[in-house]
């Protein structure tokens, strides 16, 4: 791919159809934010540098994506696309580009592949100004493509009017653009907001193009639902069903088995092995990476989790920034939060739930256990119901069991404290003050047996 063309987003806009206050280019698709999508197929085609044009909301955009920073273009009054364009167009031009690809910030499910079939096509065609356009039964509010007299230019819904441009075709605007930096620079000051939504229009520049004598360019993509805007809750819905599909489809092709595979759910940076087993309905988020052997069964929900080969992560179970080492027993219904680490062999349990602790190779903590900011040795024994005590309330303090240590049943660990390799906790005890290797502990009341009265 040619190195001169930029990458530009157009992400400044409130999302006003999706009536919720958060940038609608941070709605989530799957787990990552709709400008991860575009961002992603823009770096993907030509490299780092996509600069994205911001605005509502800013600072939680910038705070969302702190690797781009410095990357991110202000448009402090939202005045419209084409005035999106302009803020970014001295950047644009300082940095030597001869083109600019640009492209909405709200549709998400256009590949890489695609707008690189796009700029292969307006490159060679010359065009000093081309535009995806799509087939759409009903145009709705998308911008029209309108042909008359030989030219093209594409008018918005909401200025459409048939007795001037004719009835509607259903070619359809899909708000990607590929610009040449020094035919359009000048055309930026021809811009006007006499519309409808008092707005200056990017799309303007079609017509202003063709009208200066410029070659313009419509590369018409068919029905590529690929290209539809989300502007909608019910459109983010679809269109991440679509998403969804796509993802599950490529996974089962790539020899994952995935059963009731239309309830599971997997972000598109999640990583699966041939071979490994799902069942749905399941979701997987983030940075999870399920190795092969691996079997997760329905209703758990997994989010930048690594799940080593030969693991069974059994029903219900909810894990979070968590590892889980080779050959480890998950579940049902356990809930590793983050920090929580499974070495080998390890094996938690139902009702089990961990925090920043590690399990060692082969340890166990089977029923109803909660470990926080503790670490396991290897083999060792967690018995049913046992607590580990680590927050007083101000402070969070450190457990430590040795190898092999063996903790009693409905134990409460207080922490800070140490259990030594291979001791044995009594059932029920209360333990305060550490446990040396190979003792025993006993932290209990002894038992009163008396006649009945
Ligand atoms: C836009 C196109 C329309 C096309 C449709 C395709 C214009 C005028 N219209 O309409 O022809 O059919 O996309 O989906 O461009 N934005 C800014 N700054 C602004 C305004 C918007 O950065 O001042 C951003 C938005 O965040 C959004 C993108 O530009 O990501 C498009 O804006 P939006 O309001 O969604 O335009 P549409 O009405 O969908
Ligand atoms: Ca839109």
Same mark, same amino acid.
């Given at each position: 791919?040619?190195?001169?063309?930029g990458?530009?987003i $157009?992400?400044?806009? *409130?999302?006003t159809?999706?009536?919720?206050?958060?940038?609608?280019?941070?709605?989530?698709?799957?787990?990552e934010?709709? %400008?991860?999508?575009? !961002?992603?197929a823009?770096?993907?085609l030509?490299?780092?540098?996509?600069?994205t044009?911001?605005?509502?909301?800013?600072?939680?955009?910038?705070?969302?994506?702190?690797?781009?920073?410095?990357?991110?273009v202000?448009? @402090?009054?939202?005045?419209?696309?084409? /005035?999106?364009?302009?803020?970014?167009?001295?950047?644009? %031009?300082?940095?030597?580009?001869?083109?600019?690809l640009? @492209?909405?910030?709200?549709?998400?499910?256009?590949?890489?592949e695609?707008?690189?079939a796009f700029?292969? !096509?307006?490159?060679?065609?010359?065009?000093?100004?081309?535009?995806?356009?799509?087939? +759409?039964?009903?145009?709705?509010?998308?911008?029209? &493509?309108?042909?008359q007299?030989?030219?093209?230019?594409?008018?918005? @819904?909401?200025?459409?009017?048939?007795?001037?441009?004719?009835?509607?075709?259903?070619?359809?605007?899909?708000?990607?653009?590929?610009?040449r930096?020094?035919?359009?620079?000048?055309? $930026?000051?021809?811009?006007?907001?006499?519309?409808?939504?008092? !707005?200056?229009?990017?799309?303007?520049?079609?017509?202003?193009?063709?009208? #200066?004598?410029l #070659?313009?360019?419509?590369?018409?993509?068919?029905?590529?639902?690929?290209?539809l805007?989300?502007?909608s809750?019910? !459109?983010?819905?679809?269109?991440?069903?679509?998403?969804r599909?796509?993802?599950?489809?490529?996974?089962?092709?790539?020899?994952?088995?995935?059963?009731?595979?239309?309830?599971?759910?997997?972000?598109?940076?999640?990583?699966?092995?041939?071979? =490994?087993?799902?069942?749905?309905?399941?979701?997987?988020?983030?940075?999870?990476?399920?190795?092969?052997g691996?079997?997760?069964?329905?209703h758990?929900? $997994?989010?930048? &989790?690594?799940?080593?080969?030969?693991?069974?992560? /059994?029903?219900?179970? /909810? $894990?979070q920034?968590?590892?889980?080492?080779?050959?480890?027993? =998950?579940?049902?219904?356990?809930?590793?939060?983050?920090?929580?680490?499974?070495?080998?062999?390890?094996?938690?349990?139902?009702?089990?739930?961990?925090?920043?602790?590690?399990?060692?190779?082969?340890?166990?903590?089977?029923?109803?256990?909660?470990?926080?900011?503790?670490?396991?040795?290897?083999?060792?024994?967690?018995?049913?119901?046992?607590?580990?005590?680590?927050?007083?309330?101000?402070?969070?303090?450190?457990?430590?069991?040795?190898?092999?240590?063996?903790?009693?049943?409905?134990?409460?660990? =207080?922490?800070?404290?140490?259990i030594?390799?291979g001791?044995?906790?009594?059932?029920?005890?209360?333990?305060?003050s550490?446990?040396?290797?190979?003792?025993?502990? +006993?932290?209990?009341?002894?038992?009163?047996?008396?006649?009945? *009265?």
């Open positions: 791919m040619d190195k001169r063309i990458a530009l $157009l992400a400044a806009g *409130k999302g159809r999706m009536k919720s206050d958060a940038p609608k280019v941070l709605k989530t698709l799957l787990g934010p709709m %400008l991860w999508y575009g !961002e992603q823009l770096a993907t030509l490299g780092e540098g996509v600069l044009v911001i605005g509502h909301r800013a600072e939680a955009v910038e705070a969302a994506f702190p690797d781009l920073a410095g990357r991110f202000l448009q @402090a009054e939202q005045l419209g696309t084409g /005035h999106a364009l302009s803020v970014a167009m001295p950047l644009l %031009l300082d940095a030597g580009y001869s083109h600019v640009v @492209a909405n910030g709200d549709a998400p499910l256009v590949t890489a695609s707008l690189g700029v292969t !096509e307006a490159l060679g065609a010359a065009a000093d100004v081309a535009f995806v356009s799509i087939e +759409l039964p009903d145009p709705g509010a998308y911008g029209r &493509v309108v042909r007299g030989g030219g093209v230019r594409i008018v918005e @819904a909401k200025d459409y009017d048939v007795s001037r441009d004719g009835p509607a075709t259903g070619e359809i605007n899909a708000g990607v653009y590929l610009l930096l020094e035919a359009v620079a000048p055309l $930026l000051a021809g811009l006007r907001n006499d519309n409808k939504s008092g !707005e200056y229009y990017i799309t303007d520049l079609v017509g202003l193009g063709a009208a #200066a004598g #070659a313009v360019l419509a590369v018409n993509r068919g029905d590529d639902p690929a290209y805007g989300i502007n809750p019910r !459109e983010l819905v679809a269109a991440e069903e679509a998403l599909r796509r993802i599950v489809d490529g996974h089962l092709d790539a020899g994952v088995v995935i059963r009731a595979a239309g309830a599971v759910r997997i972000g598109p940076r999640v990583a699966l092995a041939p071979g =490994v087993e799902l069942c749905g309905p399941l979701e997987l988020y983030g940075d999870t990476r399920v190795a092969a691996a079997t997760v069964f329905s758990s929900v $997994l989010a930048n &989790v690594a799940i080593g080969a030969n693991v069974t992560v /059994h029903s219900f179970c /909810h $894990l920034d968590a590892r889980v080492a080779a050959g480890c027993q =998950v579940g049902p219904y356990a809930r590793l939060r983050p920090g929580a680490v499974l070495l080998e062999g390890a094996k938690i349990g139902n009702f089990v739930e961990m925090k920043k602790s590690t399990l060692g190779p082969g340890a166990k903590a089977s029923h109803l256990t909660y470990l926080g900011d503790t670490t396991v040795g290897a083999e060792a024994n967690i018995g049913a119901g046992t607590i580990t005590c680590n927050y007083d309330g101000v402070h969070k303090h450190q457990t430590v069991i040795g190898a092999h240590a063996f903790i009693g049943s409905n134990s409460a660990l =207080v922490a800070p404290v140490t030594g390799d001791a044995l906790v009594g059932a029920g005890s209360v333990i305060t550490d446990v040396p290797g190979g003792a025993l502990a +006993l932290g209990r009341g002894r038992q009163v047996t008396k006649p009945r *009265k």
